[in-house]
């Protein structure tokens, strides 16, 4: 619970970040609350673009970080007109920033946190040392033929979800703007070689901190 001050209890997200422990403080008091500010590792790509594969793949191989896929805490309840699905991208924030205290940094799989506009607004956003972000791309026809594949339960067969996920494809294939997007192209790729290049990706954003 680190957004509850220890020394006044009062709850507050918007901390005043001092990096020379850092420190949270707390608005109320001055409080300064140490924490560990580690860096944010997003993994995204439209739906069918493989990041589920990678994600699957990778947990329980790759212990350095934790890895997470968003979907886990979809609810309906967040998808307010308007809000732009703030609430669910701030909880993830905190979620991640919690877990981080333990030591490890999280690495986030899902197509609306690779939107960087939509983390780079949160709140929560001021935990992290960085946030790097990495989309799985691939070609539209593989894209439309992985989705098409999918049971049916899962709705990714209906040709207006299949558009859409091809224009989301397109905006990561052609996005160029700050902060950074890294892309990872999946369309002739063997599973086993996506994994292992997103693995390489991980390691190279970790920044670790050594043990004191
Ligand atoms: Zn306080």
């Known amino acids: 619970m680190m957004n509850v001050c220890f020394q006044c209890g009062m709850y507050h997200a918007d ?5 020379a422990g850092p420190f949270a403080v707390c608005p109320e008091c001055g409080f300064k609350h140490p924490f560990r500010q580690l860096p944010l590792l997003i993994v995204s790509g439209a739906s069918g673009a493989g990041k ?8 329980g191989q790759l212990t350095q970080a934790v890895l997470l896929d968003s979907d886990i805490l979809w609810r309906p ?8 699905h703030r609430d669910y991208f701030e909880v993830w924030l905190r979620l991640c920033k919690n877990i981080s205290q333990s030591g490890r940094p999280v690495v986030l799989f899902g197509a609306g946190v690779g939107v960087p ?4 607004a949160c709140i929560e956003r001021r935990y992290f040392s960085s946030v790097h972000y990495l989309a799985l791309v691939c070609s539209d026809a593989i894209l439309s033929e992985r989705l098409q594949r999918r049971p049916i339960w899962r709705g990714t067969r209906d040709a207006e979800y299949i558009d859409g996920h091809i224009r989301f494809n397109r905006w990561f294939k052609e996005y ?8 990872i192209e999946t369309t002739n790729t ?8 997103v693995s ?6 970790l920044e670790v901190p050594s043990d004191d």
């Open 52 to 59: 589920s594969t990678v994600c699957q793949h990778l947990s």
């Open 176 to 183: 160029d703007s700050q902060p950074v997007i890294e892309r």
């Open 117 to 120: 506009e939509n983390i780079e």
């Open 77 to 84: 309840e967040f998808n307010r007109p308007g809000t732009d």
């Open 190 to 197: 063997l599973p086993e070689v996506t994994v292992a290049q």
């Open 15 to 19: 901390k005043i970040i001092d990096p």
């Open 200 to 205: 390489s990706w991980i390691d190279e954003h």
